[in-house]
């Protein structure tokens, strides 16, 4: 069962679309779902065009959820100049409010190249999508995985958007205060949870108030105690009790805190 409502929580980075919300009934079945918990407002984030399209579509569609746009670090050879063209009329809708997720991702280089685009290729989408966020004052979300020198290195090398979100943060606590340090804001997903994270929760409670979102990424990184099973907006409330008991902080004052944040990083503009 999902935890009791969280009055005014919010859900930074998860994927609608993908977790089978296609249509403007889907997406209202499970903002509903949402509500319920209490999830106040989400930002569905589209990972590649199509996904895109769906998800700025959800958000001119219900007033509760905010579009982040981009192509995947992992389909990085997908940004053609037709992709770019349309990506920039996308990220210029007022419902659009990120461009992400961007970044950088090592780990299916390693593990399964052919179903990723080389490094030199996604370093150069990162770069196209952080100028993009740059020209059009959204913020940028960043997408990360076994990347963390690479990514620290471009960002500190290029243009600087408005706000900069490192989503799923699951570095080590190093990086967390190198990315602290810079004003970058960290997105805490199910994975805080998992029992061996020990790290990631002090990360989340060294993280000063204003840089701190958490999020679902569903239909991936369910929390526990449902890892392993389907993951939406709706059971956001399980990272947000881990969290607020890693910062001996209230989960009420938590859900205010955020709900700022979202409102900061996300509104502007
Ligand atoms: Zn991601
Ligand atoms: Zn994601």
Redo the contacts with the bound molecule.
């Keep these: 069962m999902p935890a009791d409502p969280i009055p005014g929580i919010v859900d930074a980075?998860t994927h609608l679309a993908s977790a089978g919300a296609r249509t403007p009934e889907e997406v209202d079945a499970i903002v509903a779902r949402a509500v319920a918990a209490g999830v106040e407002k989400l930002c569905t984030?589209g990972?590649g065009l199509a996904e895109a399209e769906l998800a700025l579509a959800a958000a001119q569609h219900n007033e509760r959820v905010f579009a982040a746009c981009a192509i995947?670090p992992t389909r990085a050879r997908e940004l053609d100049d037709a992709a770019r063209a349309r990506l920039t009329e996308m990220v210029a809708d007022p419902r659009c409010v990120a461009v992400g997720?961007t970044?950088l991702?090592t780990y299916w280089i390693r593990h399964e190249p052919e179903r990723t685009a080389p490094l030199e290729v996604q370093e150069e989408a990162l770069r196209w999508h952080i100028d993009l966020a740059v020209s059009s004052g959204k913020a940028l979300m960043l997408?990360?995985?076994e990347a963390d020198e690479e990514l620290m290195a471009v960002l500190a090398d290029a243009p600087r958007p408005v706000e900069t979100i490192l989503?799923?943060f699951s570095s080590p606590l190093a990086v967390a205060e190198e990315a602290l340090e810079r004003g970058y804001v960290l997105s805490f997903a199910g994975n805080v949870t998992f029992k061996r994270n020990e790290e990631l929760r002090e990360v989340a409670r060294i993280t000063p108030r204003g840089q701190l979102l958490i999020e679902t990424?569903a239909p991936y990184m369910t929390p526990e105690p449902f890892r392993g099973g389907r993951n939406e907006p709706a059971i956001i409330g399980h990272t947000a009790l881990c969290v607020a008991e890693a910062r001996g902080q209230d989960v009420a004052d938590l859900a205010l805190e955020l709900s700022e944040t979202f409102q900061r990083v996300y509104q502007r503009g």
């Design positions: 980075h984030v990972d995947h997720e970044g991702d997408h990360n995985r989503h799923c990424d």
